[in-house]
């Protein structure tokens, strides 16, 4: 459906747990997280529920995301019933950990496309920004990814100030190396990220001319017909003898909110509908009824109320909760 600027709501992207088996130091605080109960986070039997009326609003698009969505318990399963959802492609967000193990079950659910999210390939470096990562293992997930067979393998990476051009190069040597797409993301001003100063994408575009040649756009529409990587905030281009595409997320430099086709939901059942608010629609009124008319209403309702565009730039300090409890 639409929302009441003309987007066409199509994306979802569903947070499994607010817990992580990492801290990174941008997203959650390295002590005294208290992580929800069990029986205050939404069954899958709920999730599903959902899931099934936002794909009769229009969705088409679900991403599974957390804290670390494959730390959950049958989060794999939950994948295999999304993916019976008519008419719906179902991708996961992770930290990668856990890939080497799980990337084959994945696949066999039907896993669409999984993106990883890594900072740095160096190891220390690594180990101190997620305060306990060990890298090997998330390199090892994005091979067994490949490899396996998951159709869309993507990196994102989310660089930290001016010191972190080694590092954006090494990532993006991904792509040259390996059949995977890597993506830059700027930081934002959520939870602990608003203590960071993150790289500006124009300027890491030009560390990575420097090193590696001209970044030539790519078409919009090559990205959805020949790549199937969707209309989605990222602008992609290639470097020459890369096999992966290099992309660029700028929810600062480059505001993409009057594409803004998501909406998010939380572990607790909260819809929100925009990243810089904290508030949102809570769906267990709904979700305690029989039937889903109440939920079609309110998931309409919340849609219609979507804001116009977010205010990162000039109210930096908005309490907008944080990456872990929304999912990125
Ligand atoms: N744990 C999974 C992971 O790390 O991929 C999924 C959840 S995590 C919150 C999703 C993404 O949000 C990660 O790629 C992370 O780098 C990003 N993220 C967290 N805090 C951020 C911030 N303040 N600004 C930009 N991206 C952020
Ligand atoms: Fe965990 Fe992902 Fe946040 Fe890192 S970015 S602390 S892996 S939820």
């Known amino acids: 459906m639409r929302d009441r600027f003309g987007r066409e709501i199509g994306y979802a992207r569903i947070s499994i747990t607010d817990r992580c088996n990492l801290r990174c130091v941008y997203c959650m605080p390295e002590s005294g997280v208290k992580s929800l109960r069990h029986a205050d986070i939404l069954s899958y039997?709920?999730?599903?529920?959902?899931?099934?009326?936002?794909?009769?609003?229009?969705?088409?698009?679900?991403?599974?995301t957390g804290g670390e969505p494959l730390v959950r318990k049958?989060?794999?399963?939950?994948?295999?019933?999304?993916?019976?959802?008519?008419?719906?492609?179902v991708t996961l967000t992770t930290n990668g950990l856990l890939l080497p193990e799980k990337a084959r079950e994945l696949r066999d659910a039907g896993l669409d496309g999984v993106n990883i999210s890594l900072d740095t390939r160096d190891p220390s470096a690594y180990f101190r920004l997620t305060r306990g990562g060990d890298v090997r293992r998330v390199l090892a997930g994005i091979d067994a990814a490949v490899e396996t067979g998951i159709p869309q393998v993507k990196v994102n990476c989310v660089p930290l100030g001016e010191d972190s051009r080694e590092d954006v190069l090494q990532v993006a040597a991904l792509a040259r190396d390996r059949a995977v797409h890597v993506r830059f993301i700027e930081m934002m001003p959520i939870g602990p990220g608003t203590a960071f100063v993150g790289v500006d994408n124009r300027r890491l575009r030009q560390w990575l001319?420097?090193?590696?040649?001209?970044?030539?756009?790519?078409?919009?529409?090559?990205?959805?017909?020949?790549?199937?990587?969707?209309?989605?905030?990222?602008r992609y281009g290639s470097l020459?003898?890369?096999?992966?595409?290099?992309?660029?997320?700028?929810?600062?430099?480059?505001?993409?909110?009057?594409?803004?086709?998501?909406?998010?939901l939380t572990s607790t059942g909260l819809l929100r509908t925009c990243l810089n608010r904290s508030d949102g629609v809570s769906l267990l009124p709904a979700l305690s009824d029989l039937n889903d008319s109440r939920l079609f209403a309110d998931i309409r309702g919340a849609i219609l109320e979507k804001p116009e565009r977010h205010d990162f730039v000039t109210q930096k300090e908005a309490a907008r909760g944080t990456m872990f409890k929304i999912g990125g």
């Open 74 to 89: 049958g989060a794999v399963g939950l994948i295999a019933s999304l993916k019976k959802l008519e008419g719906v492609s």
């Open 209 to 234: 001319e420097r090193e590696y040649g001209d970044w030539t756009p790519l078409e919009e529409s090559l990205k959805k017909e020949s790549l199937n990587i969707g209309y989605g905030p990222a």
């Open 45 to 64: 039997e709920n999730i599903l529920r959902i899931c099934r009326v936002f794909a009769a609003l229009g969705i088409r698009k679900l991403r599974v």
């Open 240 to 264: 020459t003898g890369f096999q992966g595409k290099i992309g660029f997320i700028s929810p600062i430099s480059d505001c993409f909110c009057e594409k803004c086709n998501r909406i998010r």
